[in-house]
């Protein structure tokens, strides 16, 4: 399994973008996917999973939108109004075997995309 996550870059503090995962050998409509975070000297962050539903971190809640293209078999993460304190690697990560309820926890994925860099100013 091959994640690849796109589109990030260097954008102003109030800036929108949408990053993309894409995927060989996996189905994500087939279970869980997610989008992690981690900043120079911080742990890994859950952002937003998506499962059945939608679940993100009280951070970018309101902000920040997953969503699933099952015929284009990619995931993708728009956000908005974006704060330097957002800046980060963001990863993609599939095939969840975690508890239902830890969706935001990295320990339960075992697929992971090598990150893509977004940093806001």
């Known amino acids: 399994v091959q994640l690849v996550e796109s589109g990030g870059e260097s954008v102003q503090a ?14 994500f409509s087939r279970g869980c996917a997610a989008w992690f975070r981690q900043a120079p000297g911080k742990e890994r962050e859950g952002v937003a999973s998506i499962c059945s539903i939608a679940v993100y971190a009280d951070s970018v809640k ?41 969706e935001l926890h990295a320990s339960g994925y075992k697929d992971w995309g090598q990150g893509t860099q977004v940093t806001v100013s």
């Open 62 to 102: 309101g902000r920040f939108t997953a969503s699933q293209d099952n015929a284009k078999n990619k995931v993708y993460l728009q956000m908005d109004s974006l704060k330097p304190e957002d800046t980060a690697m963001y990863y993609c990560a599939a095939d969840f075997r975690g508890l239902m309820g830890s």
């Open 14 to 27: 109030g800036g929108s973008l949408r990053l993309s995962c894409d995927t060989s050998g996996y189905t």
